[in-house]
C-alpha cells in the first residue's frame, strides 16, 4: 500500500521505493537487488507477460516513475511492483552476487534458527516449493536435518514461495560447499522408565540397517561419506563376495525383525 510508506512526497517513495520495501515489515527474507540487474531487460525476459501494469510496475521499483494517477491505479501498481519484484528476485538470488548477499544475511540468521532442538539452533534458509507463483508459501529450510518448516510470523507465512524458486538453497551449498554442515546420527529415543518404546526402538534398528546399508553401497563404488560421531577407524573397510553375503543375510533378517516388531 501507497500509505504505508512513511514520505511527504511521491518523488520521496519513487526514490527509495527499493529500500522501503527491503526494510519493511515481513520483508526480512528479500535482499536488495542491484539497479543494473533490473535495468537489464534480458533479466526480465517473459515477465511482462505475468505482471499486470508491468512497465507502471518496473518504472516503480527502478525509482522512475513518473504518473500522476488515482490512488486505485497507484494501489495497483504498487501491488505489481511488489509481484515483480519477488519475481525478479527468484532469478537474482542464484546469481553470483544474490548468492552472497544472501549468504551473508543466512550467517546473521536473519531467516531464523531450526526449531529441532538437536540442530542446535542451526540458521535456516527460505526456499519454495513451487516455481511458479500462487501455489505455494515459502518454507524454511534447515541444512542440518535436511527438513523445513513453517515461518514463525504470520508477514513471513504469505509470501509468495516462487519469489525465492526450489533450486536457491542447493545452488548456496554447490557454490559454497563449506557452509554445508555435517550430518548428525544424534536422534530422540522415547523412554518410558528408562527403557526404549519397543515400536520407536524398532523403528530406529531399521533406520540404523538402512544407513549401514547406505555405507556398504557407497563403499562398493570407493566413496566414503561419515557422519560426526563416527570414529576415523571406521572408514577403513574392506568389501568382498563373502561379506556381502554375510552383510545379506543381515540386513535381510534384521529388515524382518523390524516389521514384526512394528505390527507389520
Not at 113 to 139: E, F, S, W, Y
Not at 167 to 190: C, D, G, M, T, W
Not at 233 to 243: C, I
Request: with cysteine; aromatic share 12%.
Amino acid at each position: 500500500m501507497m500509505e504505508d510508506f512513511n514520505s511527504e512526497t511521491d518523488s520521496d517513495y519513487t526514490s527509495y521505493w527499493r529500500d522501503w520495501f527491503v526494510s519493511s515489515r515481513g520483508n526480512e527474507y528479500f535482499c536488495e537487488i542491484d539497479e543494473d540487474y533490473l535495468t537489464d531487460r534480458f533479466n526480465l525476459t517473459g515477465l511482462n507477460t505475468e505482471v499486470p501494469y508491468y512497465q507502471y510496475a518496473l518504472d516503480l521499483v527502478t525509482d522512475v516513475f513518473d504518473l500522476d494517477a488515482d490512488d486505485d491505479l497507484r494501489e495497483q501498481i504498487e501491488k505489481s511492483a511488489r509481484h515483480l519484484y519477488g519475481l525478479v528476485h527468484a532469478r537474482y538470488i542464484v546469481t553470483t552476487r544474490g548468492l552472497a548477499k544472501m549468504l551473508e544475511k543466512y550467517k546473521k540468521c536473519d531467516f531464523g534458527k531450526c526449531p529441532r532442538v538437536i540442530c542446535d539452533g542451526h540458521p535456516l534458509l527460505p526456499m519454495g516449493q513451487a516455481d511458479l507463483p500462487n501455489m505455494t508459501t515459502v518454507k524454511l529450510y534447515c541444512p542440518k536435518c535436511e527438513d523445513i518448516y513453517n515461518p514463525k510470523s504470520s508477514r513471513h507465512a504469505s509470501i509468495d514461495g516462487a519469489y525465492f524458486g526450489t533450486s536457491f538453497h542447493s545452488i548456496l551449498f554447490q557454490v559454497y560447499p563449506a557452509l554445508n554442515p555435517e550430518k548428525s546420527l544424534r536422534r530422540y529415543e522415547p523412554r518410558i522408565y528408562g527403557f526404549k518404546v519397543h515400536a520407536a526402538a524398532a523403528l530406529a534398528r531399521w533406520q540404523d540397517n538402512q544407513r549401514d546399508e547406505l555405507h556398504y553401497r557407497l563403499g562398493e563404488f570407493d566413496m566414503s561419506y561419515r557422519f560426526i560421531e563416527e570414529s576415523e577407524s571406521e572408514d577403513d573397510v574392506e568389501f568382498d563376495e563373502g561379506a556381502s553375503e554375510v552383510r545379506t543375510e543381515r540386513v535381510t533378517g534384521d529388515a524382518a525383525s523390524g516389521r514384526m516388531d512394528l505390527g507389520n
